[in-house]
């Protein structure tokens, strides 16, 4: 049985959950207790498999409690439960916990959310996966200007000119993001060359995800990479990020998976980063088994690593402590079907995303279907007909 534990200050609250998940009391171990500083004992002494926290909680808020329960049980799934929606409770929430729910939750909902969170982390924890990570030499480390900015956003005092003023110390990657606010991919109807306006203009989420991908790009020496072009690369991540936000948008979707997938989609290849600079000679095999025979990048990469880039990257972000949201799309954008999350994800706007860019490159977007989109997942999540709206939107770009 999963042993899951629930906090929440309010004990009518308290009461309301005990009540509504009485019918998974076969399948899960539950306790249920109205502070922090009472749950962390009990987590402490015999762990658990899921915590499900309030975020406003007094002495100990639901931030400090999972950054706790992260410490001492890395392995549990932090689900925060609030009905606080405000921008500073998700992003504080976000830097601790894989899943944020919105009050009043049901049981199949809350089951769902748990089974998803499990379901990438059997991946993550694949032992071939776990084996390629340990021979890797360099694992790109998280920027410390990201760091900086998230640790000021998440600040009770966050504001745009704060977050304009850390992006602004490094006058190399300002010039870099500045060239990118004011390219094709954002079609800005005017120049911007100030750093407060294009964290206004492009909001925060935006200017976060522009600052991590191109600072791990960054990290990487060209020299180690002869066989592609970095430059190909990274332009391909931002038309993925593009078409992904794009495509996000116009299935409806709200703000935290627009972004997530915009995220997700700048960086859905960053394993391809680590894997060809750290094994370089292993990475020149899976370019000659595409060439030879005609695989696609995963396949090749599975019959040489035992695991693919997608997995790799993945691996890395959870490492970063990125969200759940963000992982997963990197994780399943070529295998989309094997995510259990249902309906419009981060997952359904990279996968498709990434077939889109990719033919866009090579000049293909007329042909009459695009090979490599998993079209029985898009029908099991009723987007299969959405499909040629989103090639047109994207094409226009």
């Known amino acids: 049985m999963r042993r899951v534990i629930f906090v929440d200050d309010a004990p009518e ?12 009391q076969s399948e899960w171990d539950m306790q249920f207790f109205s ?6 004992p ?76 499990e379901v990438l982390r059997t991946v993550l924890m694949n032992p071939a996966l776990r084996r390629l990570v340990g021979e890797i030499e360099v694992l790109p480390s998280l920027p410390s200007i990201y760091q900086s900015l998230m640790q000021e956003m998440q600040s009770p005092q966050a504001s745009l000119k704060k977050a304009s003023r850390i992006v602004a110390k490094d ?3 300002m010039t870099k993001i500045l060239q990118l606010v004011n390219s094709s991919f954002f079609g800005l109807r005017t120049h911007v060359s100030d750093p407060e306006q294009a964290v206004a203009l492009l909001g925060f989420d935006t200017i976060k995800s522009l600052l991590l991908s191109s600072q791990v790009f960054a990290q990487f020496d060209q020299r180690r990479l002869p066989s592609f072009s970095l430059e190909e690369l990274w332009c391909h991540a931002m038309s993925t990020g593009t078409c992904a936000r794009r495509i996000a948008k116009d299935a409806g979707a709200n703000q935290q998976v627009i972004d997530e997938a915009f995220t997700a989609a700048l960086l859905h290849d960053v394993g391809v980063l680590v894997l060809a600079a750290n094994k370089p000679e292993d990475y020149a095999q899976v370019l000659d088994l595409m060439r030879m025979k005609r695989l696609p990048d995963w396949a090749a990469e599975r019959e040489v690593f ?19 949201g963000i992982i ?5 954008h070529q295998h989309p079907g094997e995510c259990q999350a249902s309906g419009f994800t981060a997952v359904t706007a990279v996968h498709v995303a990434n077939v889109i860019a990719e ?22 999540e009723q987007c299969l007909s959405r499909l040629a709206g989103w090639r047109e939107l994207c094409a226009a770009a």
Do not use: N
Not at 13 to 24: A, D, T
Not at 306 to 324: K, Q, S
Not at 328 to 332: G, K, L, R, S
Not at 359 to 371: I, V
């Open 13 to 24: 609250i308290l009461q309301h959950l005990r009540r509504i998940f009485v019918p998974m």
């Open 35 to 40: 502070s922090a500083a009472a749950a962390l």
């Open 42 to 117: 009990v987590i402490r002494e015999g762990g658990c498999d899921v915590v499900v926290s309030d975020m406003t909680m007094p002495v100990m808020d639901g931030a400090q409690f999972l950054s706790e329960v992260r410490a001492l049980s890395p392995e549990t799934i932090r689900i925060v439960l609030s009905a606080d929606q405000s921008p500073v409770t998700y992003l504080r929430s976000a830097a601790v916990a894989h899943r944020f729910l919105q009050k009043p939750v049901d049981v199949s909902r809350l089951k769902a959310t748990i089974a998803q969170a």
């Open 171 to 173: 006058l190399g990657l």
């Open 306 to 324: 035992g695991a693919d880039h997608a997995h790799v990257g993945a691996y890395l972000l959870g490492i970063w402590g990125l969200g759940d």
């Open 328 to 332: 997963e799309a990197v994780a399943f």
């Open 359 to 380: 033919q866009q490159a090579r000049g293909e977007l007329g042909t009459p279907d695009l090979a490599g989109v998993d079209q029985a997942y898009l029908a099991r």
